[in-house]
T-cell receptor
């Protein structure tokens, strides 16, 4: 079975600095997708960034980028120029191919990020 | 506006009193799913549906039922709620043939069972 592990329950960063959130996963599948979701106090789940496993190039979305190491099964999120609005719970998620339980999302435990002004 | 809606947003109930949480999407998505979120556990899939009249169990289906009679709706039914079902529930949908695409999440339903 696939698993996702976020080993940092809490992280803190100074405004305008850079922070990296860690995520590791375990799978025997070769075709899958990885995501980072942000959950602010409103509890809404917001997609931050996605990565297709077959792509070697790391995904980037403005201040957010990932370091995808397929062999190591690692998928970390880097937030540059941190802003107060980045404070939230961040979830790493793995999505199986559609033939595996409809391509369900498997989530890590979450990392609570606080941003200090 | 493309969205997934859930009702109610907050619900406090007592053990054994049947309840339904509704979920509706306006994006014509084939795939819909229910998750529950608990501290330290992330989100876990309860049930999912690949299309109308096609549903299947996720990782934590015990104590829940679902139905998919219309493409846009995917209600979650708790026939005899228990305190261990106190949780934050999310409905999500996505286009079936675009499996790399994001799942669109509803706003969540905070359920407390006393």
């Amino acid at each position: 079975a696939q698993t996702v592990t976020q080993s940092q329950p809490e992280m803190s960063v100074q405004e305008a600095e850079t922070v990296t959130l860690s995520c590791t996963y375990d799978t025997s599948e070769s075709d899958y997708y990885l995501f980072w979701y942000k959950q602010p106090p409103s509890r809404q789940m917001i997609l931050v960034i996605r990565q297709e496993a077959y792509k070697q190039q790391n995904a980037t979305e403005n201040r957010f980028s990932v370091n995808f190491q397929k062999a190591a099964k690692s998928f970390s999120l880097k937030i540059s120029d941190s802003q107060l609005g980045d404070a939230a719970m961040y979830f790493c998620a793995y999505r199986s191919p559609i033939y595996n339980q409809g391509g369900k999302l498997i989530f890590g435990q979450g990392t609570e990020l606080s941003v200090k002004p | 506006e493309a969205q997934v809606t859930q009702n109610p947003r907050y619900l406090i109930t007592v053990t054994g009193k049947k309840l339904t949480v509704t979920c509706s999407q306006n994006m014509n998505h084939e795939y819909m799913s229910w998750y529950r979120q608990d501290p330290g556990l992330g989100l876990r899939q309860i049930y999912y549906s690949m299309n109308v009249e096609v549903t299947d169990k996720g990782d934590v289906p015990e104590g829940y039922k679902v139905s998919r009679k219309e493409k846009r709706n995917f209600p979650l039914i708790l026939e005899s709620p228990s305190p261990n079902q106190t949780s934050l529930y999310f409905c999500a949908s996505s286009a079936r043939l675009a499996e790399s695409y994001e799942q669109y999440f509803g706003p969540g339903t905070r359920l407390t069972v006393t």
